[in-house]
């Protein structure tokens, strides 16, 4: 039988021997001291009148294997504890489909950070983790798109301070419709704030010394 095999960081990924490893590094995370609650932009809602969605951007200076990606959102136990109505997607800054709208079903796993959320009224910030990814992305810049198609009551949560890896434009909120999905959306509003998310794999890191991050 063969023994278990180490993941491996290959710089020309040539060739990915494993399944997605538990000790994937961080190699992007837009907030560097605290996650916060904030202004409520809805992520999600039900399409029959219409539907809501949020994307912000990342890059890579040289190839990655991701294999998880967090996101942070101020949300009830509700949402949080129900794994059906998460969608995501990932596309190229040229707009091409790197994962089309995916449901993310129970690949995605929520945990409670204990921080308070924005409304008082029983809400909190979760940290939900896609795990079992295995994507390649060539040196590129990258938009992720994140939404509940089941509850308006989702809203991104923030970074207190951004770190050195957040890029511009940075977090937009997509407005779908009965006819278009909203991460497939083109209705585009631009927000001032950094939606909190990281993205976790095998490549190098662009800040390995003094990398910002939990």
Same mark, same amino acid.
């Given at each position: 039988?063969?023994?278990?095999?180490?993941?491996?960081?290959?710089?020309?990924?040539?060739?990915?021997?494993?399944?997605?490893?538990?000790?994937?590094?961080?190699?992007?995370?837009?907030?560097?001291?605290?996650?916060?609650?904030?202004?409520?932009?809805?992520?999600?809602?039900?399409?029959?009148?219409?539907?809501?969605?949020?994307?912000?951007?990342?890059?890579?200076?040289?190839?990655?294997?991701?294999?998880?990606?967090?996101?942070?959102?101020?949300?009830?136990? $509700?949402?949080?504890? %129900?794994? =059906?109505?998460?969608?995501? *997607?990932?596309?190229?800054?040229?707009?091409? #489909?790197?994962?089309? !709208?995916?449901?993310?079903?129970?690949?995605?796993?929520?945990?409670?950070?204990?921080?308070?959320?924005?409304?008082?009224?029983?809400?909190?910030?979760?940290?939900?983790?896609?795990?079992?990814?295995?994507?390649?992305?060539?040196?590129?810049?990258?938009?992720?798109? $994140?939404?509940?198609? %089941?509850? =308006?009551?989702?809203?991104? *949560?923030?970074?207190?301070?951004?770190?050195? #890896?957040?890029?511009? !434009?940075?977090?937009?909120?997509?407005?779908?419709?009965?006819?278009?999905?909203?991460?497939?959306?083109?209705?585009?509003?631009?927000?001032?704030?950094?939606?909190?998310?990281?993205?976790?794999?095998?490549?190098?890191?662009?800040?390995?010394?003094?990398?910002?991050?939990?």
């Amino acid at each position: 039988m063969l023994k278990s095999l180490k993941c491996l960081k290959l710089s020309a990924f040539a060739l990915l021997l494993t399944a997605p490893c538990a000790n994937a590094d961080q190699l992007f995370t837009n907030w560097s001291t605290a996650v916060v609650a904030g202004p409520g932009y809805t992520a999600g809602g039900g399409c029959n009148a219409s539907c809501f969605a949020i994307s912000d951007n990342f890059s890579n200076s040289a190839s990655w294997v991701v294999t998880d990606i967090a996101v942070y959102v101020d949300s009830y136990s $509700f949402a949080t504890g %129900n794994p =059906s109505g998460w969608r995501y *997607a990932l596309f190229t800054a040229s707009g091409t #489909q790197i994962i089309a !709208p995916t449901d993310a079903g129970n690949s995605l796993v929520f945990t409670d950070t204990g921080t308070a959320g924005a409304f008082g009224d029983g809400d909190g910030i979760y940290k939900g983790v896609i795990s079992g990814l295995n994507i390649t992305l060539p040196p590129d810049e990258y938009w992720f798109r $994140f939404t509940n198609t %089941n509850s =308006s009551a989702v809203y991104p *949560a923030y970074a207190a301070s951004p770190s050195a #890896q957040t890029l511009t !434009p940075g977090f937009v909120q997509l407005t779908g419709s009965p006819t278009v999905e909203a991460l497939l959306s083109t209705d585009v509003t631009q927000r001032t704030e950094n939606w909190a998310f990281e993205v976790y794999g095998i490549g190098d890191r662009i800040f390995a010394n003094d990398f910002e991050g939990p």
